[in-house]
């Protein structure tokens, strides 16, 4: 089993509506959780993390976190074709080195 | 903001060749990472360092040194070129209160050959 594992994708979703972006992690002492978005040849750019159960709300994104189920996800509200990357999950047990899940690719359909 | 400056955007070294990567962060930050991103592999960690002189492996360090001899640089070898370390290489830096809010340069993509 995967540490952090992600859907691959590719997501495809129309422009405007709610894209929805899911990662599981295996790992039950993990304490930080974080997202990054990567452009096609670019470096990852961080985008949002969360350390408590529940929604964390920051402009058109949202990070959700489920500590019990070991899930968290990141909701993109009103999505633009400018959100089309790959939204890496990535998780720490708080020592500052992190795991990453191996992306998933989403597509926003003008 | 921070700046991780990598010295180079594309290499291209042959087998057996020891090839050094370079990373460059002027925030003063005291951890620094290198990791490599392969498709359908992701981000995996090689080496990385909380402080000067210290170095810890992670989870690929085979065929692969570090050195930190100043704060802010974090220099990653590959002794022995081979074809299996043809991938993006990535620097990242953090520190402060944001735990694992890492800022990436911009990357080394390696080809041996």
């Known amino acids: 089993q995967k540490e952090v594992e992600q859907n691959s994708g590719p997501l495809s979703v129309p422009e405007g509506a709610i894209a929805s972006l899911n990662c599981t992690y295996s790992?039950?002492?993990?304490?930080?959780f974080f997202w990054y978005r990567q452009y096609s040849g670019k470096s990852p750019e961080l985008i949002m993390f969360?350390?408590?159960?529940g929604d964390k709300e920051d402009g058109r994104f949202t990070a959700q976190l489920n500590k019990a189920s070991q899930y968290v996800s990141l909701l993109i509200r009103d999505s633009q074709p400018s959100d089309s990357a790959t939204y890496l999950c990535?998780?720490?047990?708080?020592?500052?080195?992190?795991?990453f899940g191996t992306g998933t690719r989403l597509t926003i359909i003008p | 903001d921070v700046k991780v400056t990598q010295s180079s955007r594309y290499l291209v070294k042959r087998t057996g060749e020891k090839v050094f990567l370079e990373c460059v962060q002027d925030?003063?930050?005291?951890?620094m990472f290198w990791y490599r991103q392969d498709p359908g592999l992701g981000l995996r960690l090689i080496y990385f360092?909380?402080?000067?002189?210290?170095?810890e492996k992670g989870d690929i360090p085979e065929g692969y040194s570090v050195s930190r001899e100043k704060k802010e640089r974090f220099s990653l070898i590959l002794e022995s070129a081979s074809t299996n370390q043809t991938s993006m290489y990535l620097c990242?830096?953090?520190?402060?209160?944001?735990?694992?809010?890492?800022?990436f340069g911009s990357g080394t993509r390696l080809t041996v050959v």
């Open positions: 969360i350390y408590s159960n």
């Open positions: 925030m003063d930050h005291e951890n």
């Open positions: 990535a998780v720490s047990r708080g020592n500052e080195k992190l795991t």
């Open positions: 990242a830096t953090t520190g402060g209160y944001m735990v694992g809010g890492y800022t």
């Open positions: 360092s909380y402080d000067v002189k210290m170095k």
């Open positions: 790992d039950r002492g993990s304490q930080s």
